[in-house]
């Protein structure tokens, strides 16, 4: 085994196949780091480390992920495993099946050593409503790593895994990649199956990667990305070979600046780094153009009326009755309420509320069917917008890393989301990635995001910016 | 008094498979045995839409002349039950398969149209089994195989007015589901159900106040439902009571409604599009290429053979009530052409057959080609009409001509000398006794050993030459 271990998955699948590295001897480097590091990060929910081992050892190092560990967000079913999604009402639920992505994932050589910690259904930007305990920003323990994949992100950027899958509703990948200084892809909706990931927005869901340099994120993808027979919102496609479509320059690509964004309140680093990034961007033979998506700062309040009216919605099925918690009531409509107000944490009985109040009769119009509208009318701005543009460059985040119990304010929270949100809103891909650290040494993330089915696209134009900003090419 | 009443009937669709998943829609299973993550809502599971439910829905509608829609959208229908493992049901809700159209019937007051609301596409819950169903000390238990069997909702106009009315036409929606082979219709597995909505008014322009009938598993609870809201609603009118706007429970015992237990306050399902299913396109050509191949459609044929075949309508209502004896007939007529005698021979010896043997026309060896054969036969007086109810039973069950039948059933004479002959000798051989006793002398026994041969020749043989050849054979 060579002296150093590689940094990324790209560099482990290489050591792999030329026999410098083996599969197992990789597992169990990682294995020490989780041991050592876990405890403090707090990254996962579950390890399966032992199972992991044995996976190793039967991993086929010329299989596209050669046996690389790869953590799955404990909101996405492995047959087998449990499966908690942060919450108490499913605690001890053991998922029956695999979800797509998992299978494809396993099927390519991929070793999962754990599920990690998350916000309770995916709901937050900090894992700190994870029902368990909060996960710690690798880069500063005192911070939350984002979410809600935080502990993918964490585990990814602490050396637990080469990479992870984790799930965007809102930002739940990008915001924080961001946070812990790595690479975290959301994918045009309909690219990566939702079959076997618990609902949260059924219309933004997207399952993507989470990794060390964008090529790594192209990696995973090649292997994620199928039509899934199993979702009917899943997309029949061209097959695109992810890896091979990046390209080593941006020449000829137009860089979208959003002109509405412009003058959002962002950390002074972030601003800066977007200012290093288009200087970048230049360099490397790409124009800047400034484009403008006039309703984008309508985003967010849209987003919190669709995404808590799908919740409620896709959250009844708990309720005590086939599975997970059960709190026995004096009839059902009693156990109903018990479990769920036992089960459920503060956040998701916030958005089930929203949810069921913007979904109600006398209501739905001047809410849910408006928000829906006004979606649309942000997807044919954006949709425009990229007829000028190839890609749009913005911030990931308007701030840093916070301190764990910082945020309070579930309405200042929920503004960690304003970057992110129009890409779920439209399915388009985009994806964050670490552009410098501020003056506390935190990291920055950027974002690029393209018109929809532009995944190979935006990818590579992140993997030029990215490794022009010292990434990992 | 005017009785005004709609009607909402799920029509359970005849496919292979559940509605969004591949479980089998198998009737009368274990428990919980056709299930699987999507049906089950198990977290993570998705949708996937059967093409062909949405097909036999697509035949279903343009049969009943509604508007099939080119787009149509999938709705979620929220609410808290225990067999209702989502906590919600995929339905279709603002923008549905199908509007309008229309289904006739025919009363005691004549023929005319039930006007149609619309048709849509859902899936159905699973069933719970209380504790008097179950002895399992007295906990209600789910059934979750018939959750996600594939439904159309059909919805009528408040276009009836009597319990009469609403029995025709179910009876008639039930008679074209079979036709198309959309459903078996089949109202005692649940196949067919129907939600009731009655109000009686005294004043004809006005309609009265809207009350909802559960629990009909028959079309005789219908009318029986329907006949005694009419009287309890006129009665309240008449008392000065108020009618409550409500869902009542039909008791098929007592033959009275109760009403069910009120919700606290009205149900809002909070309804929205269902993300997990993109909007339902059809194709237009495929939509017009239904169209063009709907079969003759039943109350169409009924007429047709009423006007053109002179059939009483009582039996042309009978021979179209299911396809495959008005495709028999159809065939046989072609064979044999007097229409009416076919039509009542089907109706009355035919049917009483069937009716013993408990099975439908298919399930015999009848065919159009041996009954037709068999009524040429009566015709031409080959055989009495009698002896034809002799030879029917075999034709039904074991296949054979009806030639061949007749002459096993020995209703026709034997006079073939040769073959009378060969019975004759075997008589002779096996009894040596009585032909010794003849050839001493005994004529009498001559009537025995004729006797002998006729039992040989099952009944067949013509026993004036039976005695000739035997006299013949036993001169010494």
């Known amino acids: ?473 | 008094m005017t009785t005004t009443i709609g009607l909402e009937i799920h029509v359970q669709l005849a496919t292979q498979t559940k509605m969004f998943c591949g479980c089998s829609t198998a009737f009368g299973d274990e428990p919980n045995t056709h299930v699987c993550p999507v049906c089950l809502g198990l977290p993570g599971a998705l949708p996937t839409l059967n093409a062909q439910a949405v097909r036999l829905a697509v035949r279903i509608a343009t049969a009943l002349g509604c508007t099939v829609h080119e787009v149509s959208e999938f709705s979620r229908k929220n609410y808290f039950y225990p067999d209702l493992p989502k906590s919600y049901q995929i339905t279709q809700f603002d923008r549905p398969i199908a509007t309008g159209g229309s289904l006739p019937i025919v009363t005691e007051q004549g023929g005319r149209s039930v006007r149609l609301t619309r048709a849509h596409i859902e899936e159905d819950a699973g069933k719970s089994m209380h504790a008097a169903d179950i002895t399992l000390g007295g906990e209600t238990l789910v059934d979750f195989n018939r959750c996600g069997m594939p439904l159309v909702e059909i919805v009528t106009e408040p276009d009836m007015q009597s319990g009469d009315e609403a029995y025709e036409f179910l009876h008639n929606l039930r008679r074209l589901v079979r036709w198309l082979g959309v459903s078996s219709g089949d109202m005692e597995k649940g196949a067919m159900r129907c939600d009731v909505n009655v109000s009686v008014s005294p004043d004809p322009a006005k309609l009265g106040t809207k009350v909802e009938i559960k629990n009909l598993n028959s079309f005789r609870s219908v009318k029986r439902a329907i006949d005694y809201e009419e009287q309890r609603q006129a009665q309240c009118i008449a008392d000065g009571t108020p009618i409550m706007m409500e869902s009542r429970h039909f008791d098929e015992v007592q033959g009275t409604t109760t009403a069910m237990r009120s919700k606290e306050a009205s149900n809002d399902y909070r309804y929205f599009p269902e993300p997990d299913l993109p909007l339902l396109q059809l194709d237009p050509t495929e939509l017009e290429s239904v169209r063009a191949q709907m079969p003759e459609l039943p109350w169409e044929m009924q007429s047709r053979f009423e006007r053109d075949l002179n059939l009483s309508p009582y039996d042309a209502a009978l021979l179209t009530e299911e396809h495959s004896t008005a495709e028999f007939f159809q065939q046989t007529i072609a064979l044999y052409d007097n229409p009416k005698k076919l039509a009542s021979y089907m109706g009355t010896e035919v049917a009483r057959l069937l009716n013993e043997r408990g099975k439908t026309l298919s399930e015999t060896q009848l065919t159009p080609a041996t009954l037709a054969g068999l009524l040429t036969m009566v015709e031409k007086g080959a055989i009495s009409n009698t002896a034809s109810k002799d030879v029917l039973p075999m034709l039904v069950d074991s296949g054979v001509t009806p030639s061949e039948a007749v002459k096993s059933l020995g209703l026709e004479q034997v006079s073939d000398t040769s073959a009378i002959e060969g019975f004759a000798r075997e008589v002779i051989t096996e009894n040596v006794t009585q032909v010794e006793q003849f050839r001493s002398g005994k004529e009498a026994v001559l009537g025995f050993l004729v006797g002998q041969l006729m039992k040989k020749s099952k009944g067949k043989a013509n026993p004036k030459l039976a005695g000739e050849i035997l006299r013949t054979l036993l001169k010494p």
Not at chain 1, 60 to 88: F, H, Y
Not at chain 1, 187 to 210: E, K, Q
Not at chain 1, 226 to 231: I, L
Not at chain 1, 249 to 262: D, F, H, N, W, Y
Request: aromatic content about 6%.
């Open chain 1, 1 to 473: 085994m060579s002296s150093e271990l590689p940094r990324t998955l790209e560099q482990y699948r290489h050591a792999v196949r030329a026999h410098e590295l083996s599969a197992e001897e990789y597992l169990g480097e990682t294995r020490q780091l989780i041991e050592r590091g876990d405890p403090q990060v707090k990254a996962f929910l579950h390890l399966r480390l032992d199972a992991a081992r044995s996976d190793a050892q039967a991993a086929d190092p010329s299989s596209p992920l050669a046996g690389a560990p790869i953590a799955v967000k404990d909101n996405i079913m492995m047959a087998g495993e449990r499966c908690t999604c942060g919450s108490r009402i499913l605690e001890h639920y053991v998922a029956p099946y695999s979800a797509t992505v998992v299978q494809s994932l396993l099927a390519a050589g991929a070793v999962v050593p754990g599920k990690t910690n998350l916000d309770e259904f995916a709901m937050g930007s900090s894992t700190e409503n994870s029902a368990f305990f909060p996960t710690h920003n690798p880069a500063d323990l005192s911070r939350v790593p984002g979410g809600s994949s935080g502990g993918s992100t964490a585990a990814v950027a602490a050396g637990f895994a080469l990479g992870a899958i984790g799930s965007d509703t809102g930002g739940s990948v990008r915001q924080p990649a961001a946070f812990c200084g790595v690479v975290g892809f959301k994918p045009t909706y309909g690219l990566v199956s939702r079959y076997g990931l618990v609902a949260f927005g059924s219309s933004l869901d997207c399952i993507g990667p989470i990794a060390r340099s964008v090529r790594d994120a192209a990696i995973m993808m090649n292997v994620m990305a199928a039509h899934d027979p199993k979702d009917a919102t899943s997309v029949k496609r061209p097959h695109v070979d992810f890896e091979a479509a990046l390209q080593p320059t941006l020449a000829g690509k137009r860089v979208g600046i959003i002109r509405e964004l412009q003058g959002l309140d962002v950390q002074p680093e972030i601003a800066a780094a977007m200012e290093t990034t288009r200087k970048a961007a230049v360099k490397s033979g790409a124009s800047i153009v400034e484009v403008s998506v006039p309703h984008i700062l309508s985003a967010l309040p849209v987003y919190y009326i669709i995404a808590p009216a799908e919740c409620s919605a896709n959250l009844g099925r708990f309720d005590g009755v086939r599975y997970g918690l059960h709190e026995d009531g004096r009839d059902m409509t009693e156990t109903y309420s018990r479990t769920r107000n036992t089960g459920f944490g503060t956040e998701v009985k916030r958005r089930i509320l929203i949810g069921a109040f913007v979904l109600s009769a006398g209501y739905y119009d001047a809410y849910y069917k408006k928000a829906a509208s006004v979606r649309q009318l942000i997807t044919d701005e954006l949709d425009a917008a990229l007829q000028s543009a190839d890609v749009l460059l913005t911030p990931t985040t308007p701030t840093t890393a916070f301190k764990l119990g910082a945020v309070t304010d579930p309405l200042e929270m929920y503004k960690a989301d304003v970057f992110t949100i129009p890409a779920d809103l439209a399915g388009a891909p985009a994806i964050s990635f670490p552009a410098g650290k501020d003056t506390a040494g935190l990291p920055v993330g950027l974002q690029l995001m393209g018109p929809r089915w532009s995944d190979a696209d935006v990818l590579s134009c992140a993997n030029v910016l990215f490794t022009a900003l010292g990434g990992e090419s």
